[in-house]
C-alpha cells in the first residue's frame, strides 16, 4: 500500500521568509515516482515537480527547492523568500507499482504581506 | 498549447438531476484521469483511461457514476441521479501515458459541482 503524508494542514509566513512544506511517504517499491502540485486560489493543480526512486539529488529552481532523502522517506519542499504568490495548497504525491497517484492531504500555505 | 478543458466550472443542479462533467484532454495524450477532490476525502481518483479503454475504475463510488471516452479527444463524467453527497471539485488530468511515473499528469482546472 502507498501512503502520503503531510502532517502540516497549514503554515502562515510572512512574507520574505524561508518556509519548508514537509512529506514523509510510505511505499514497498524500489522504484517510484514523487510529485508536488500546487494548488492557488483559483483552484487548478500545477504540477511542479517529478523526481524518481533514483535520483536523490536536491533541485533547485528559482526560489523552490526539494529535498529527497530516501533513508527518511522524505521529500520536502522549501520556498525561499515566500511572495504573496505562493500562497496555496501544495500536494506532495507518490506513483508506485499501484500505478496511480497517491495523493498527500495537502498544505495550506499562506504569506501575509 | 491548450492545457486539459473542463466544463462547465461551475455547476448547481437539483438532488435527482442527471449531471454531465466534459473534458478534452491535452492533443497527443494517451491517458485521462478523472478526480474528485472534497475536504473530507481529498483528492481520490475515479477512472482513468488508456487509449480510450477504461483501465481501472476503481474509485468510481456507485453505479451512479459512469464515465465514458468516445475518442482521444473527449471525456464524460456523468452522475445519475445526482445527490449533494456528490457536491465536489471534480478534475480531469492527462498525460502521455499510464505506465509509468514518468508520465507527469496534466490538470484541468475543474469542475465545481453543488448538488442542492
Known amino acids: 500500500a502507498q501512503k502520503v503524508t503531510q502532517a502540516q494542514t497549514e503554515i502562515s509566513v510572512v512574507e520574505k521568509e524561508d518556509v519548508t512544506l514537509d512529506c514523509v511517504y510510505e511505499?514497498?517499491?524500489?522504484?517510484?515516482?514523487l510529485f508536488w502540485y500546487k494548488q492557488p486560489p483559483s483552484g487548478e493543480l500545477v504540477f511542479l515537480i517529478r523526481?524518481?526512486?533514483?535520483?536523490?539529488q536536491n533541485e533547485i529552481s528559482g526560489r523552490y527547492s526539494w529535498n529527497f532523502q530516501k533513508s527518511t522517506s522524505s521529500f520536502n519542499f522549501t520556498i525561499t523568500a515566500s511572495q504573496v504568490v505562493d500562497s496555496a495548497v501544495y500536494f506532495c504525491?507518490?506513483?508506485?507499482?499501484?500505478?496511480?497517484?497517491?495523493f498527500g492531504s495537502g498544505t495550506q500555505l499562506t504569506v501575509l504581506p | 498549447d491548450a492545457g486539459v478543458i473542463q466544463s462547465p466550472r461551475h455547476e448547481v443542479t437539483e438532488m435527482g438531476q442527471e449531471v454531465t462533467l466534459r473534458c478534452k484532454p491535452i492533443?497527443?495524450?494517451?491517458?485521462l484521469f478523472w478526480y474528485r477532490q472534497t475536504m473530507m476525502r481529498g483528492l481520490e481518483l475515479l477512472i482513468y483511461?488508456?487509449?480510450?479503454?477504461?483501465?481501472?475504475d476503481s474509485g468510481m463510488p456507485e453505479d451512479r457514476f459512469s464515465a465514458k471516452m468516445p475518442n482521444a479527444s473527449f471525456s464524460t463524467l456523468k452522475i445519475q441521479p445526482s445527490e449533494p453527497r456528490d457536491s465536489a471539485v471534480y478534475f480531469c488530468?492527462?498525460?502521455?501515458?499510464?505506465?509509468?511515473?514518468?508520465?507527469?499528469?496534466?490538470f484541468g482546472p475543474g469542475t465545481r459541482l453543488t448538488v442542492l
Open positions: 488530468a492527462s498525460s502521455l501515458g499510464a505506465q509509468s511515473g514518468t508520465d507527469t499528469q496534466y
Open positions: 511505499t514497498r517499491d524500489t522504484t517510484y515516482y
Open positions: 523526481r524518481n526512486s533514483f535520483d536523490e
Open positions: 504525491a507518490l506513483w508506485g507499482s499501484a500505478r496511480q497517484l497517491t
Open positions: 492533443s497527443g495524450h494517451n491517458s
Open positions: 483511461f488508456n487509449n480510450n479503454v477504461p483501465i481501472d
